[in-house]
């Protein structure tokens, strides 16, 4: 089992910036891709970005692409989101989930996380 814990979280002004970090730890941290998800008060969980296994490949939802970034490091056991140009509907408690499966799932993204870490809490002020 993989346990996840988040931080970086906090309050930031629109258009400002903040890195989220997820450190990994028990079985085997570089074996499976990572993503995050977030989660605002009323709504879903919903994806924000997926990283392969070596961290070669990374996608993005529409709504943060070009702004947000996903990067790992297996050394470290560890995965980031760059968050950049914030906005306040980017305000969420985001995420970080890992996959013991090969890829992760475009079309049903949610459905391919094994484990979660506990969140961490985002707000954008106006």
């Known amino acids: 089992q993989v346990q996840l814990v988040e931080s970086g979280g906090g309050l930031v002004q629109a258009g400002g910036s903040l890195r989220l970090s997820c450190a990994a730890s028990?079985?085997?941290?570089?074996?499976?891709?990572m993503a995050w998800f977030r989660q605002a008060p009323g709504k879903e969980r919903e994806f924000v970005a997926s990283i392969t296994r070596s961290g070669g490949t990374t996608y993005y939802a529409d709504s943060v692409k070009g702004r947000f970034t996903i990067s790992r490091d297996n050394a470290k056991n560890t995965v980031y989101l760059q968050m950049n140009s914030l906005k306040p509907e980017d305000t969420a408690v985001y995420y970080c989930?890992?996959?013991?499966?090969?890829?992760?799932?475009?079309?049903?993204?949610?459905?391919?996380?094994?484990?979660w870490g506990q969140g961490t809490q985002v707000t954008v002020s106006s």
């Open positions: 028990g079985r085997t941290f570089s074996t499976g891709p």
């Open positions: 989930a890992g996959s013991y499966g090969s890829s992760w799932s475009r079309t049903s993204p949610i459905r391919s996380a094994d484990y």
